[in-house]
């Protein structure tokens, strides 16, 4: 009856194990080209990938796009409401590209009003305060 139960728990967790998908995330912008590993499950929407990505290297979801596939030929982004299965994404291994979205209006206007002597005004409801 024991070694019925351990080959039972065996079998359940190999199968749940079967379940989980090592992706690579590399980052456009990186000149080494580093790959991240995430494992999510197979399952998974986009999002999920996207918050596992906010866990591992600490950058917001709704700043990352990410895209599959060679980019000459489909170069769109990965919608937030697709599964892995929906984009393509089958098997452990594969690499999903990960593109950094910066604000660069915002950028520039804190860099115009620091050039120009302005400090920003610090408010304390927790907006973090603004220049202008």
């Known amino acids: 009856m024991v070694s019925m139960d351990k080959a039972f728990l065996a079998k359940t ?8 998908l090592k992706l690579f995330v590399r980052d456009v912008r990186d000149r ?11 399952w ?3 999002k999920d990938v996207k918050d596992m990505i906010q866990q591992a290297i ?3 979801a709704s700043s990352q796009r990410l895209f599959f596939g060679p980019l ?4 769109k982004e990965l919608p937030n ?4 299965h929906d ?13 950094i979205k910066v604000l660069p209006q915002l950028v520039q206007r804190s860099r115009r009003a620091l050039a120009l002597g302005l400090k ?6 927790g907006s973090g305060g603004t220049y202008f």
């Open 81 to 84: 409401h697709r599964s892995l």
């Open 120 to 125: 920003p005004e610090f408010v304390l409801e």
């Open 72 to 75: 000459l030929t489909s170069g």
């Open 32 to 42: 080494q080209g580093r790959k991240r590993p995430i494992t999510v499950r197979s």
């Open 58 to 60: 600490h950058i917001p």
């Open 13 to 20: 967790q190999a199968s749940v194990r079967g379940a989980d």
């Open 44 to 46: 998974s929407t986009i």
């Open 87 to 99: 984009a393509g994404i089958y098997r452990s291994g594969e690499t999903i590209l990960l593109d």
